[in-house]
């Protein structure tokens, strides 16, 4: 496909599991941005990588929270000891590169993320 | 730091009525500005954007201006059609250092009734 991916589109678990959500970007894009999107509220921004590496893990809210992209194309947002709060969409998205103001980004989707 | 405020929803509109839908921002530096949306269903699309003051960013009959004197970045539409029914996102980038993240609103929902 020619869009961004994500995979699952929507994920039930419970309190305290493990889940991991999965982003296929654009091909040939270097640059993969995780958000988090709750009920009522704009997307959040929580890593960005370029290439294989994570230039800006700021938003991340805890050590619970972490996120790969091991060969520079699909990365893993990956979450430990799920809680209730972290209940909401989580979108991926890629561009062309990093620090041009041209450079647009590319959403997919969203895995919509149920912590019971 | 940075952010964005937008009017809140829901904004519900005859066909062929004219639309405004408000956005401020703060930042510092000389951010570019966006305005995203998000059909039902979808995922979220660049609908226009602008890059410095006193740009005007343009698409699909929707229009905004980037007013540095006033902070604002306002979404219009001179006639809105039952199919612009959406949520409207105002965003900001911020470029230097590491970062590349788009900061937005809340986001404002847009019902146009036939």
């Known amino acids: 496909g020619a869009g961004v991916s994500q995979t699952p589109s929507n994920k039930v678990t419970e309190k305290g599991k493990y889940v991991e959500l999965r982003c296929d970007p654009i091909?040939?894009?270097?640059?993969l941005y995780w958000y988090r999107q709750s009920l009522g509220q704009g997307p959040e921004f929580l890593i960005y990588?370029?290439?294989?590496?994570?230039?800006?893990d700021s938003g991340l809210p805890n050590d619970r929270f972490f996120a790969v992209r091991p060969e520079g194309s699909v990365s893993t947002l990956k979450i430990q000891r799920t809680e209730r709060g972290d209940s909401a969409v989580y979108l991926c998205?890629?561009?062309?590169?990093?620090?041009?103001?041209?450079?647009?980004?590319?959403f997919g989707p969203g895995t919509r993320l149920t912590v019971l | 730091g940075n952010s964005v405020t937008q009017m809140e929803g829901p904004v519900t509109l005859s066909e062929e009525a004219f639309l405004t839908i408000n956005c401020t921002y703060t930042?510092?530096?000389?951010?570019?500005l966006f305005w995203y949306v998000q059909y039902p269903g979808e995922g979220l699309q660049l609908l226009l954007k602008?890059?410095?003051?006193?740009d005007k960013g343009s698409n699909k009959g929707f229009e905004a201006t980037y007013r540095k004197e006033t902070t604002s970045f306002h979404l219009e539409k001179g006639s809105v059609q039952v199919s612009d029914s959406a949520v409207y996102f105002c965003?900001?980038?911020?470029?230097?250092?590491?970062?590349?993240?788009?900061?937005f609103g809340t986001g404002t929902l847009l019902a146009v009734q036939p």
């Open positions: 990588f370029q290439g294989t590496g994570a230039a800006d």
């Open positions: 930042a510092t530096g000389y951010p570019s």
């Open positions: 998205a890629s561009s062309l590169g990093a620090l041009s103001s041209y450079n647009e980004q590319f």
């Open positions: 602008a890059t410095k003051a006193d």
């Open positions: 965003a900001l980038k911020n470029y230097g250092g590491a970062t590349n993240k788009l900061i």
């Open positions: 091909s040939g894009h270097t640059a």
